[in-house]
């Protein structure tokens, strides 16, 4: 049998149905275990098409700067070959490729197009050993190991808020030093 998809004010954590609340504060109890928590924005943020993309794009920024995560972006689903670089962008054909490449644990879809994650999550879900969180503007992801639905800013500032406020009951952040890389017009700065 499969999973059944969350209803509006509830998300899926492994398949069991559970209220909002519980998965945030079990993904943010996730993210702040991680050793490489990483986020992957996609298109329908980085794109800002509209207000509410660039919004998101914002909340997506505070909750990384909150965990410390990484952001690597899926910024275009047109194949790149013969090479990307997986240091600096998701593979969206295969991002198992990425996971590996960084020894990323937990990681999060945010604003990536349904059917290009649902690929993604299949590829990294039967690949990798990699926690898989997906914040879905629509239904919810079944392959994500952790799934919210009806994804806006307000959404994802409360992951950020259930972050903070493990941190200040005294969960630390077991995430590894890094160094976010800045994307330029040149390439990588």
């Not at 054909?93 to 993604?120: E, M, R, S, Y």
């Not at 994500?144 to 992951?159: T, W």
Request: positive net charge; aromatic residues 6%; glycine residues 6%.
């Amino acid at each position: 049998m499969g999973i059944v998809l969350p209803d509006p004010g509830q998300a899926h954590i492994e398949g069991r149905i559970v209220d909002e609340e519980e998965a945030y504060e079990y993904a943010a109890r996730k993210l702040l275990e991680a050793k490489v928590p990483t986020l992957f924005p996609g298109p329908l943020v980085l794109w800002r098409w509209n207000d509410k993309a660039a919004m998101k794009a914002t909340a997506i920024r505070k909750l990384a700067n909150a965990l410390p995560a990484r952001l690597i972006p899926m910024a275009d689903y047109r194949p790149k070959y013969p090479k990307i670089n997986p240091a600096v962008e998701i593979n969206p054909n295969h991002p198992n490729l990425t996971i590996w490449h960084n020894k990323i644990d937990v990681c999060v879809f945010i604003g990536v197009h349904c059917h290009q994650a649902n690929l993604a999550l299949k590829i990294i879900r039967g690949g990798t050993d990699c926690y898989t969180i997906a914040v879905c503007a629509q239904a919810g992801h079944e392959d994500a190991c952790l799934s919210f639905r009806d994804a806006s800013p307000e959404k994802i500032d409360r992951l950020t808020a259930a972050v903070e406020k493990l941190k200040s009951e005294g969960v630390k952040s077991q995430a590894e030093n890094f160094k976010q890389f800045v994307m330029t017009r040149e390439g990588v700065a």
